[in-house]
């Protein structure tokens, strides 16, 4: 499994002039953890990309680099938190399909395939030319089809209460066909 790891800088566009100052300063931190990033050292690249986003916390890009920079680290719950904030603030299609790749590969690899292959669905929703996220999709759909159990995030937790409850219905019939205190006198 790979995930995608195109830093993405931020895009200037059309600047109103109060916000200027702001943006040129996120996009020089994202830029500086851009470069942190190429030269491998993710703990400057990850101090950059917060940088940014304590200047803009609305920044989809740094989010994206962020969540990249902490998969590096081999830290992915912080990076699918990244990814997951970031995502809904993304518009380019693209760079959406990116975070929900990433956001499948982190799933996949902790064996929690149907939620990875909504991801990947999504993907491919927002780019249909990514033949990695297919590949991937029908990978995560084959190793569900192999082990079913994986179907369902909580699948282990409802067998366990489902026997759970059983166990108590069971006693409550036991403890109702038992003369209590009060019908013995």
Known sequence: LKFLCVAVAGLLG??????????????????QGNKSYEAKDYAAAEESYKRALSVNPNSSRAYYNLGNTQLAQKHPKEAMEAYEKGVGM???????????????VILQS???F???????????????ADEEARYNLLL??????????????????????????KQKKEEQKQNESKPTQSQQN
């Open 110 to 112: 902790q064996q929690q």
């Open 140 to 165: 995560c759909q084959h190793q569900l089809k192999k082990n079913p159990q994986q179907q369902r995030p909580d699948a282990g937790k409802n067998d366990k209460q489902d026997g759970e409850d």
């Open 90 to 104: 993304e518009k380019n299609k693209l760079v959406k399909a990116m975070f929900y790749h990433n956001m499948g």
């Open 14 to 31: 059309a600047i109103a002039p109060q916000r200027a100052g702001a943006q040129s300063r996120e996009y020089q931190y994202i830029h």
């Open 114 to 128: 149907a939620p990875a292959i909504d991801c990947y669905k999504n993907a491919l929703r927002n780019n249909p």
